[in-house]
């Protein structure tokens, strides 16, 4: 019995060794040389303190800010410990109510829009978390930001296109735009701060 749980305890040490601790931080050193931003969650700082993540969407609600797509997590939007989308299917009635919901919600929250109001400002993700937005989105919002803001609707409008980001590695997925990184540079804007959408 001895000679066969000896090597069955080691075999089990070894593994845990392996694949417990020396896998995971040799993974956690590399990440860290090669990819320190996206290794500490794509943080974005401000005065040397964290304001958000690139990766997870903020609630703005705001006059004078670009909204993001609704967030179906609970009990609040963006709940990082909640992602999930609201699972409603296309011919479920409730998503339609709602989609009507936030249709008129925007309607009254942007006067200036004119147009359709794009799909993504409607429709939840699938994470609930999704930062970005479409161009389309995003210059559908500008006329009522640049009112808010006191701007020139020209300026709004090139500040966004500053902020487009084209399809991963060029080919996947679509035109998008960060809406945390955009209000920001907005915010540089306003104060009269040069802004780089690249930092």
Do not use: C
């Amino acid at each position: 019995m001895t000679s066969l749980l000896r090597p069955a305890l080691v075999l089990f040490a070894m593994l845990t060794l392996v694949t417990g601790i020396v896998y995971p931080l040799a993974i956690t050193g590399v990440a860290q040389l090669a990819f320190p931003h996206a290794a500490n969650g794509s943080l974005i700082m401000r005065e040397g303190k964290p304001i958000g993540s690139e990766l997870i969407g903020q609630d703005f609600d705001a006059p004078g800010y670009f909204r993001g797509r609704p967030s179906a997590t609970v009990p609040m939007p963006y709940n990082a410990d909640a992602s999930g989308g609201s699972n409603l299917g296309p011919t479920n009635p409730a998503l339609l109510q709602d989609v009507r919901q936030r249709i008129a919600a925007l309607r009254a929250a942007e006067p200036d829009a004119t147009g359709p109001v794009p799909g993504d400002l409607v429709m939840a993700s699938a994470s609930g978390l999704d930062p970005d937005i479409s161009p389309q989105a995003a210059h559908w919002q500008a006329a009522s930001v640049a009112r808010a803001r006191g701007l020139p609707l020209a300026k709004v409008n090139a500040l966004i296109d500053a902020h487009v980001q084209g399809p991963s590695l060029g080919l996947f997925g679509e035109p998008r735009v960060n809406v945390l990184a955009l209000n920001l540079a907005l915010d540089d804007v306003t104060r009269g701060v040069e802004h780089n959408p690249r930092r």
